[in-house]
């Protein structure tokens, strides 16, 4: 069982930047490969990036891919999603997930945060 939690999500311009941190509760963090995955209003839920267990193998979805960073902290218990050149099309919700799968499907993450409110706007 790991619980997440999402954090900084905001408002911000088209071209800016944000970095979401998501923290997992629980001594098996490193067991798990985490995901990020988005959901805009009247839309199905979205593959952002993933990352392996260690970090070393990343994928992204192809919306986000050259502007968005994923990467992991596991001493922190702290998967990241470095977000550049943000365009008003990333406005959505936020998801951390985590799953022993992984991937880029919904259906592989068993565990999900909250979510956290990213709005891009001028």
């Known amino acids: 069982q790991v619980q997440l939690v999402e954090s900084g999500g905001g408002l911000v311009q088209p071209g800016g930047s944000l970095r979401l941190s998501c923290v997992a509760s629980?001594?098996?963090?490193?067991?798990?490969?985490m995901g990020w995955f988005r959901q805009a209003p009247v839309k199905w839920r979205e593959f952002v990036a993933a990352i392996s267990r260690n970090g070393d193998i990343t994928s992204y979805g192809n919306s986000v891919k050259g502007r968005f960073t994923i990467s992991r902290d596991n001493a922190k218990n702290t998967v990241y999603l470095q977000m550049n050149s943000l365009k008003p099309e990333d406005t959505a919700v936020y998801y951390c997930?985590?799953?022993?799968?992984?991937?880029?499907?919904?259906?592989?993450?068993?565990?999900w945060g909250q979510g956290t409110q990213v709005t891009v706007s001028s």
């Open positions: 629980g001594r098996t963090f490193r067991s798990y490969s």
């Open positions: 997930a985590a799953d022993s799968v992984g991937g880029t499907s919904v259906r592989n993450y068993n565990y």
